[in-house]
């Protein structure tokens, strides 16, 4: 079957304080955004790339996708992520089936590489609903109070990181998102969660942690770096 990928852009970075998205920022060259859209562009088995941004967005510009073959630009972002995420879904639904398999990946994770989307690929094997990237959490977990004292500590047994690519097929995501939009899923794997599948998680790795504050620019930058080393 065939892969398509879908990248919402269209968040307002209001963490980063800064003017522009976040995605647009310069990162090792490049602005954040387009390091994603040459992975996937070069991807022999993905058919087509579709990037979300909001009509109001001010910033996009078509050298965006200077040398891109497969890549559009759709300006139909939404209100929160899943939003954006299922308008896209919409308009790919128009030209890819219902059974193809799609890629939902974060503007803001510059640091995906082809042999991370190799191995989502292997493991969500044909069969199987679908899986995402995560990384197994490292850290103890503290629950606070409103006072910023720990109430509890939370067992990190079995709990994973979710990143992105999350790898669904596009009919099955797109209904899923449609039934959980007043319920505001923070990913897609959510969303399928509340009809009852269990997608897998394939291990990522910290290199494509999502850029959410300034000080992660640099963070991302050398892990990015050091992977080519
Ligand atoms: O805000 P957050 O970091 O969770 O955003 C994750 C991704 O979802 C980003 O790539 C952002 O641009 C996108 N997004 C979107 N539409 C929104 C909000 C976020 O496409 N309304």
């Not at 078509?62 to 299922?86: I, M, W």
């Not at 197994?136 to 629950?143: F, G, S, Y």
């Not at 596009?170 to 505001?184: E, I, N, T």
Request: proline share 5%; aromatic share 6%; charged share 20%.
């Amino acid at each position: 079957s065939k892969y398509h990928v879908i990248i919402p852009s269209a968040g307002s970075g209001a963490r980063m304080q800064s003017a522009m998205p976040k995605q647009y920022l310069m990162l090792n060259g490049k602005p954040i955004l387009r390091h994603a859209i040459e992975v996937f562009e070069v991807m022999h088995q993905i058919e087509t790339v579709h990037i979300v941004v909001s009509a109001q967005d001010g910033y996009w510009a078509p050298h965006l996708l200077d040398g891109c073959s497969k890549t559009k630009v759709l300006d139909c972002g939404g209100l929160t992520r899943a939003e954006s995420v299922l308008n896209g879904l919409k308009h790919l639904a128009l030209e890819a089936d219902a059974n193809d398999w799609v890629l939902v990946h974060d503007a803001a994770r510059p640091g995906i590489d082809q042999p991370l989307v190799e191995r989502l690929f292997q493991e969500a094997l044909p069969e199987s609903v679908g899986a995402i990237l995560a990384l197994p959490l490292a850290d103890t977990l503290k629950r606070a109070d409103s006072q910023q004292q720990i109430e509890t500590t939370l067992s990190r047994e079995g709990l994973w990181q979710a990143q992105t690519p999350q790898m669904f097929k596009l009919a099955l995501l797109q209904g899923a998102l449609q039934q959980s939009l007043d319920r505001q899923p923070t990913d897609e794997a959510q969303a399928m969660e509340w009809l009852g599948y269990q997608p897998k998680l394939v291990v990522g790795d910290l290199k494509n942690m999502k850029i959410t504050y300034m000080r992660d620019l640099q963070v991302v930058s050398a892990l990015m770096q050091a992977a080519t080393l």
